[in-house]
């Protein structure tokens, strides 16, 4: 089995790459499933530019990117979205790259870890009815971190610090998304 875990900002000095690193961290030394990161900004997308509707294009995309990016998502079993909350909704970028997609995400295991001044908690309820729209299957539990209370100020800006509680949070919802995610293969064949 294996788990993407993305990250989902491409914003410069983006908050995020320490959050998924984090992730990464957490993932060390686990055996229940092979977990990469994958980071959008690698994959420079186009603001919605494919001329067929991602649902009905089968896979077959025209723009070099797209199919750069079908092909990186089609490779995985389930995901962890690390999203930031912008101005109280998702992130543009982390948005546009599910959008131009649809058949990579069918019948998939998602888990959440946001992050914002109150932990991105909104993000994640959008996230939640955004991922439902493509048959994918979101995990109960989530890892919300409150970029005011587990950063500290840096000498590069801030520097994630999160709470001790959050190893554990992380573990439960790992075991979620591996058990989902293995229980949902037989809706992939």
Avoid at 48 to 70: C, F, H, I, M
Avoid at 135 to 161: K, W
Wanted: aromatic share 8%; hydrophobic share 40%; proline share 4%.
């Amino acid at each position: 089995m294996k788990i993407a875990i993305i990250l989902g900002s491409t914003r410069p000095g983006r908050f995020g790459a320490q959050v998924s690193e984090w992730v990464m961290q957490q993932v060390e030394g686990r055996d229940d499933a092979e977990y990469e990161l994958v980071d959008l900004a690698d994959y420079d997308l186009d603001l919605l530019n494919e001329p067929t509707v991602p649902g009905a294009a089968k896979r077959q995309y025209d723009n070099p990117k797209t199919r750069r990016w079908s092909t990186k998502i089609d490779e995985f079993d389930g995901y962890v979205f690390v999203t930031p909350e912008y101005n109280h909704g998702v992130p543009a970028a982390l948005k546009n790259a599910f959008d131009v997609l649809y058949p990579e995400w069918v019948h998939k295991g998602a888990a959440l870890v946001s992050y914002g001044a109150d932990g991105g908690v909104r993000a994640v309820e959008h996230w939640r009815t955004i991922l439902a729209n493509a048959q994918m299957h979101v995990v109960r539990g989530q890892v919300s971190f409150s970029t005011m209370l587990e950063a500290e100020s840096g000498e590069d800006g801030e520097v994630f610090a999160p709470a001790e509680r959050r190893t554990k949070e992380i573990g439960n919802v790992l075991r979620q998304l591996t058990r989902l995610t293995e229980a949902t293969s037989s809706l992939r064949s």
